[in-house]
């Protein structure tokens, strides 16, 4: 029979506590960022609709579109602020590789933990101004995906080959911080939105 080594068995749960306590915090620092995105991305479809006399629901990709810009404005403003906060707590990306191992797994916990909590509402508001329903779960696929690019960029980080959160698609996260670094971020959503009813979201 083995002995148990019961040092190493708290010394281990203490740390897996410390890592959740983390994220957690991190996550409840930026939720009033968060909030704000939300209801920032809300008033500004509320004023294209109102500018081209649609009611909800009924916004066209192209509306959409043109609200784009005021709309990844202010998601780049918020998110550039909740993106320094995350940065704060997390730190900059390490160089040791096992440490940037756990700063990868870190920042994956969180963007998965503002899945869980953001992504329902993001889908949600969308669907009130696009009534194609897979178009505007599409819309909040691509938003959300932003938000997280201007967090990892924030962190210090656009290499995203070791980020691992389970909702996160690294094609979608790749072509989005591909875009923000070309300028073509605009773009590269209208087009994606143009042919969501196409293609499946990934």
């Given at each position: ?83 320094q906060v995350i940065s704060k707590m997390v730190g900059k990306k390490p160089t040791d590789k096992d440490e940037v191992d756990k700063w990868f797994n ?97």
């Amino acid at each position: 029979m083995e002995n148990f080594d019961l040092i190493k068995y708290l010394n281990n749960n203490l740390l897996l506590e410390s890592e959740d306590s983390i994220v957690d915090k991190v996550v409840d620092e930026i939720d009033d960022e968060m909030d704000l995105i939300l209801k920032s991305i809300e008033s500004e479809l509320k004023k294209k609709s109102t500018e081209d006399n649609l009611n909800e629901g009924f916004m066209t990709i192209v509306g959409v579109g043109l609200a784009l810009p005021a709309i990844l404005g202010i998601v780049a403003k918020i998110g550039k602020k909740a993106g320094q906060v995350i940065s704060k707590m997390v730190g900059k990306k390490p160089t040791d590789k096992d440490e940037v191992d756990k700063w990868f797994n870190r920042l994956s916990k969180i963007a998965d933990e503002l899945h869980h909590l953001y992504m329902v509402p993001l889908e949600s508001l969308m669907s009130k101004f696009i009534k194609d329903k897979k178009k505007a779960k599409k819309a909040a696929h691509l938003l959300f995906h932003v938000i997280i690019a201007i967090f990892l960029i924030s962190a210090g980080t656009t290499a995203v080959k070791a980020f691992q959160a389970k909702n996160i698609s690294l094609t979608t996260l790749e072509g989005v911080l591909t875009a923000i670094k070309s300028g073509e971020l605009t773009t590269f959503i209208g087009n994606a939105l143009e042919i969501a009813s196409e293609s499946p979201i990934d």
